[in-house]
C-alpha cells in the first residue's frame, strides 16, 4: 500500500484530503497503526463511539472465554 499516494507520512494523515477525511472520523486503516484500527473505525459513530467500543470490547472476552468453558464442560462430561 503506497500510503504516501493517500496522504499518510508515519501512520498519520498529512495532506489536506487526508486530514480533512481525519477530521471526520475516516481514515486509510491500511497505513493506521495496528493498536487504533478498531479506534478509528468507530470514530464516525462519534454519539455512540463509547458504547461501540465497549460492546466490542465485551464481545472480545467472551470469544476468548467461552469456548474455554465449553471445552472444560465436555471434558468432565467424557469422565
Not at 486530514?19 to 478509528?40: E, K, M, T
Not at 465449553?70 to 471434558?75: N, V
Amino acid at each position: 500500500m503506497d500510503c504516501a499516494a493517500l496522504g499518510y507520512q508515519g501512520q498519520q494523515p498529512f495532506s489536506d484530503a487526508a486530514v480533512a477525511l481525519a477530521d471526520q472520523g475516516y481514515y486509510a486503516l491500511s497505513c493506521r497503526g495496528g493498536n487504533s484500527r478498531i479506534f478509528d473505525i468507530m470514530e464516525p459513530y462519534k454519539e455512540v463511539s463509547t458504547f461501540l467500543i465497549f460492546l466490542v470490547v465485551i464481545g472480545r472476552g467472551l470469544a476468548d472465554i467461552v469456548p474455554s468453558i465449553i471445552d472444560t464442560h465436555f471434558d468432565t462430561l467424557g469422565t
